[in-house]
């Protein structure tokens, strides 16, 4: 037997002599890499230009994220923090392509310059600057304040610092104010409403950029109960739907044994591009609801109101879908939304014009 094994293995070594030497298997050859042209190209993925962190802790963490591309070879990679040298790469698995993370632990509040700088094998230089801040924890700016979230490339809810459950793959793109929350399908965020509803009224403001090609139809903010059939007798929903020359913005709302329409509040009309939604391509919506009371803005001004039988009766509604009807408001195809939506406010109280006017001012 173990005479076999070694006249196999004889003979699997003349096969391969043979082939070699037929032309079979051509032999590994050194390719010159050419002469080095261009320096190379650094781009800072994180933190990007004027991207605010905040946190509880005064003194906190960030993941540098890079990379850097060069024709020949990358020699060296230089991270450095507001003058001073944080760390330098030089060993690289690609020698051409370099995707790099360092973890920054001493980040105070205040501006900050982030440099980065790489050389290549000739000695040729590169370097790219961001300009980033971390603030301190964000305070409610307005009364009864009870959620923020400005999307500025994350999804942190501000007042509470906490991460919302993400369901899909939503992006980033730019906002009304820095960046903005992008639609992806089947995406949506979702928050408990604990702490965030009460019987005392509701409120939300945001900035809308309308993508109305894929789906025609959406839900915006949706606050309902699971039920088989969905059950509108309870919550607040804001949805959207129509075609490319008319979108109808409506809201709907349950008292517990009624629910009440507001279908159109409001219609952006003819030209509707993906996006823009109209010639101003961010808007704003505000939607303020007493407990007898419900009022409409676009842009600050006043598009309708209207008495209810209120207050909202929020009996099982223990999610906030942000950018989605579902879970709960899915049926009707208020399926996950495109558009982008920026600068979000959830109030637990009516919010009045002269507060809504305020809050617009501040952001336009």
């Given at each position: ?7 196999l293995a004889f003979l699997v070594g003349i096969v391969f002599t043979t082939a070699c030497k037929s032309g079979y298997i051509d032999p590994i050859k050194a390719v010159a890499a050419g002469s080095d042209q261009t320096p190379p190209t650094v781009t800072i993925n994180y933190p990007f230009e004027g991207k605010v ?129 992008a639609g992806a399908t089947g995406a949506y965020l979702s928050f408990p409403t604990d702490g965030i509803v009460g019987s005392n009224g509701f409120s939300v403001v945001l900035w809308y950029n309308i993508n109305n090609v894929a789906p025609n139809r959406a839900g915006i903010l949706t606050i309902s109960p699971p ?138």
């Amino acid at each position: 037997m173990k005479n076999i094994k070694y006249i196999l293995a004889f003979l699997v070594g003349i096969v391969f002599t043979t082939a070699c030497k037929s032309g079979y298997i051509d032999p590994i050859k050194a390719v010159a890499a050419g002469s080095d042209q261009t320096p190379p190209t650094v781009t800072i993925n994180y933190p990007f230009e004027g991207k605010v962190i905040q946190v509880k802790e005064e003194v906190t963490s960030i993941n540098i994220q890079l990379k850097v591309t060069d024709d020949i070879e990358i020699g060296s990679i230089v991270v450095n923090m507001d003058g001073t040298d944080l760390t330098t790469f030089t060993s690289f698995l690609d020698y051409r392509i370099a995707i790099e993370k360092y973890l920054f632990t001493n980040l105070t509040n205040g501006n900050h310059v982030l440099k980065v700088t790489a050389t290549d094998k000739s000695g040729k230089t590169a370097s790219s600057s961001v300009n980033f801040s971390k603030a301190a924890p964000y305070n409610a700016k307005y009364d009864g304040e009870v959620l923020y979230m400005p999307f500025d490339g994350d999804f942190m809810e501000e007042i509470s610092l906490t991460l919302p459950t993400v369901i899909g793959t939503p992006g980033f793109a730019d906002g009304q104010k820095g960046k903005a929350y992008a639609g992806a399908t089947g995406a949506y965020l979702s928050f408990p409403t604990d702490g965030i509803v009460g019987s005392n009224g509701f409120s939300v403001v945001l900035w809308y950029n309308i993508n109305n090609v894929a789906p025609n139809r959406a839900g915006i903010l949706t606050i309902s109960p699971p039920s088989v059939g969905g059950d509108r007798t309870k919550g607040f929903r804001l949805m959207r739907e129509g075609g490319t020359t008319s979108q109808n913005i409506w809201s709907n709302i349950g008292n517990g044994t009624d629910e009440f329409w507001y279908n159109p509040f409001y219609v952006v009309s003819t030209p509707i591009t993906s996006p823009p939604a109209n010639a101003a391509g961010w808007w704003q919506i505000a939607v303020s609801v007493s407990p007898t009371h419900v009022s409409f803005y676009i842009n600050g001004v006043s598009v309708g109101e209207n008495n209810w039988a209120g207050p909202i009766d929020w009996t099982s509604c223990s999610q906030i879908s942000i950018a989605s009807g579902s879970p709960n408001t899915d049926y009707w195809g208020h399926l996950s939304d495109n558009s982008m939506i920026d600068e979000l406010r959830i109030f637990n109280k009516a919010i009045s014009a002269a507060e809504v006017q305020s809050i617009y001012n501040d952001q336009k």
